[in-house]
């Protein structure tokens, strides 16, 4: 339910806010007061568009917000899920024009997008009256209503798990037939690369062993003269460090005999003369392994030059080397093989349409019943808001495919056609309708206008009203040609519909404000020596004064307001 709306600066409105009840929220007021002004102000928030010409004069931006009760809705919650935004049981949905006409628009005080919030007020707010923001009146939305009206949710979820299932095999059974050639026409190409690869054979981490390998044997006498020298200075020159040493120890062991104090040094100098025999043997072993080995030297260029060239040619790394090798082997495999995984795919498919065919055949055959159904129970419903010529027609096609469509289209055989499928099943439905006698019926949005579409969209409504999703529903301009005993009706049947919806209804029928929760005025007033529109709740005795205005005109008088409280069933 709409629990709140806050407008200011929107055309004649300097500063408005308002919290709206649940059940039958009625608006009255003079005749330019500005009720329709709110009533626009409000579209704002379900996403249509406007100009800076509706700024008050003087201001800078005009701002709308709505406070909506959204607990249980999981469609909204399932939105602002999928858009990152905060989801709670209130939706705070704002929007700011500037006087310039930029546009912007917020979803629980966070930036949002103008599609966002229209996706949001599709799912809130179902408003009637002198604009275009009328879900009964698209075509696209019949086939939902008449399934909501019989119940048939369960099956057209089945129906959509097994559409979704074709719709996924069919698009891989297709890439499969477009692959096909591609993988044929490189099949002789790839096992040509695939033998490349191959005959070089290139393993993870050779290539770092490989350069190790190639520094040495490049690098061979230098390593076998250097690690004489040093054998020579270590330990077998004249004046090697080895003799040195054992000279040096034996010196500084003739002195611990004299000073103890030279003990410690004696035992470093002797562990320093190990060091040294060690390091001596080590070097002398390395000088004995040098190996020349011209052929092994040129072996390991010429390994590292094939490894270099497959990693210049497939992805500049051997990682990328043997995953290209990996791809290309999966895709001749394939391409042996197509004849065999097409078939088996093709098969999947074709039990997959026809369990399609299944579900949707029987949902067509509930819908055949449930039309019927919806088709005498709105007219009983026109018959009472006073359309009683009216006919109302739910008319189910189906459409063919096309025989050139090469299988583009999702679609299952039924008898000798080849019916188109959608997510709904293969039904199109549309309602038809004649207000006049005699009048062939025709598509809702070619025939009833004015007030009239009002009164159809409420008699919808009301046939409708368990099943409809909308939490609120608005009436503009609903009493336009009506009086009398079928205004009484229309108040009726607004307070029923208010059973299972908030509705707003601006209205000047006293039968139909008689039947309020709730009753707010709109009237003009002064503030800074400027019009501006206002707008309160009435109390229970103002209420019946506006109802006896309404049905008596400004002189009130007290017949007037007897009949009033009698018309709002306080007496």
Known sequence: MLKSLSIRNYALIDELAVEFPNGLVIITGETGAGKSIIIDAAGLLLGTRASGDVVRSGAEKAVVEGTFNIAGNRKVRTILEENDCAASDELIVRREISAKGQSRCFVNDSPATLQLQKQLGELLVDLHGQHEHQSLLRAENHIGMLDDFGGLEGMV??????????????????GLHERERQLREKQEFHAFQMQEIDTVGPQMGEEEDLEAELRVLENSETLFAVTGRLYEILYEGEQSIHDQLVVARNQLQDLAEIDK??????????????????????????????????????????????IALLKKKFGGSVQSVLAFREKIASEVSLAENFDEVIRKLAGDTGEAGRQCATIAQRLSAKRYDVARKLDKAILQELAKLGIASGKFTTVIGQEEAPPDDGGRGYSVPMGKKRLLLNADGYDRVEFLLSTNLGEEEKPLVRVASGGEVSRVMLALKSVLAKSDRLPVLIFDEI????SGRIAQAVGVSLKNLSHFHQVIVITHLPQIAGQADAHFLVFKEERSGRSTTAMRRLALEEQVREVAKLMSGEEITEAGLEGARELMGLR
């Open 261 to 306: 104090e030279f003990t410690d040094a004696a035992k470093e100098c002797g562990t320093a003369e190990a060091i040294i025999s060690e390091l001596a043997k080590f070097v002398q072993g390395y000088n004995a392994r040098v190996e020349f080995n011209p052929e092994r030297l040129e072996e390991v260029r010429a390994r590292l030059g094939a």
């Open 157 to 174: 979820q089945e129906f959509r798990e097994s559409f979704t299932a074709l719709g996924n095999l069919t698009r891989e059974l297709r």
């Open 479 to 482: 009493d336009v040609g009506v």
